[in-house]
Nanobody, 123 residues
């Protein structure tokens, strides 16, 4: 089991930037696929980005070109750099680590989740 703690959320004006961090502890982080999701009240958890441990990155169409996922295995930390933020990016953002086989786009393959960090983008 891996424990995850997100940080870096906050209030930002439209067009601004934020960097979210996800600190991991527990089992080997460097060989785990991880992802970022977001959720707003009354809606299902939405895929944002994912990074397989072997490299590469996946992005939702809504954030492609604006968000960048990265990881520092030496620090057991993953990041989500968010730029050109829009009011519709307002949500609670969660990082997660994959524990089941399947598509990294699906929240069902992730078995460890952080507590979430609130991102609010004002217009």
């Amino acid at each position: 089991q891996v424990q995850l703690v997100e940080s870096g959320g906050g209030l930002v004006q439209a067009g601004g930037s934020l960097r979210l961090s996800c600190a991991a502890s527990g089992r080997a982080f460097s060989r785990t696929d991880m992802g970022w999701f977001r959720q707003t009240p009354g809606k299902e958890r939405e895929f944002v980005a994912a990074m397989p441990w072997i490299g590469g990155a996946l992005y939702a169409d809504s954030v492609k070109g604006r968000f960048t996922i990265s990881r520092d295995n030496a620090k057991n930390t993953a990041y989500l750099q968010m730029s050109s933020l829009k009011p519709e990016d307002t949500a609670i953002y969660y990082c997660a680590v994959q524990g089941r086989s399947g598509s990294l786009y699906s929240p069902g393959v992730y078995t460890s989740w952080g507590q979430g960090t609130q991102v609010t983008v004002s217009s």
